[in-house]
């Protein structure tokens, strides 16, 4: 766990570090910083730690002058002589609120509650991270071939993606049509669920190049699109919920 320690005091610092070092091995100081300006510096130059101990008096001001120019987002022990400022420490992002001298117990408690609120809630946001890094990025182009030539064209100018005679196609936004070697079933996989809807087991369409919507029955809808011709593309029933759903985001 990285730790960074705001307090201008070298006495009470040290100790903090050795108070530290008991509780857990595991645990760094990244740095050990005495005035509002260093902070301040600090903060918008490093990536944020795990753990705050903050001193609320410091040699040029008070510690809550950093809350003003700085986000600070990791939870924050504060460390002080005064109990003066207890409410307004739980206005931020305060896990305890320690008086000088700190003792060891008060220390553990402290980090005792860090790890079991705090740091869980950090668990779940790193895995969610880590989800998102899993998930297959969407396909930004396509090459297609045009004759003798390839092409590669970005994902965000395709209309639509379409099944014509067993083949699979795609028309972009100049109203070109190429057949490409994907199925419908995989496109969907590839591309942007925010900007294409698979509307039927035929038609793969972009937000972007919907021109109409009509109401075909009590269950149906009507899509006319860009540079489209042909006949009106039908939602089928059992999409229609989720079409609407996915233009009322």
Sequence with gaps: ?????????????????????????????????K???????????????????????????ISFELFETCEIKAPIIFTTAYDEYTLKAFKVNSVDYLL???????LKK????????????MDYTQLEHIIRQLQPATKERFLIKVGEHYRSIPTSSIHRFYILERNTFVETDKG????????????????DPKLFFRVNRNFIVNFYAIRDIIIYSSNRLKLKLDNWVEEDILVSRERVTAFKEWMDR
């Design 176 to 191: 070109k049509n190429y057949p490409i070697d994907y199925s419908l079933d995989k496109i969907e996989q590839m591309v």
């Design 110 to 121: 402290a980090i005792h509650k860090f790890n079991t609120y705090h740091r869980q809630k």
């Design 35 to 61: 005035s509002v300006e260093q902070a301040t510096n600090w903060f918008t130059t490093h990536p944020a730690p795990e753990l705050i101990f903050m001193d609320i008096q410091l040699e040029d001001g």
């Design 1 to 33: 766990m990285k730790v960074l320690i705001i307090e201008d005091e070298r006495p009470a610092a040290q100790k903090i570090i050795r108070l530290l070092e008991e509780i857990d091995k595991g645990i760094e100081v990244v740095d050990v910083l």
């Design 100 to 106: 000088k001298p700190i003792a060891s117990d008060d």
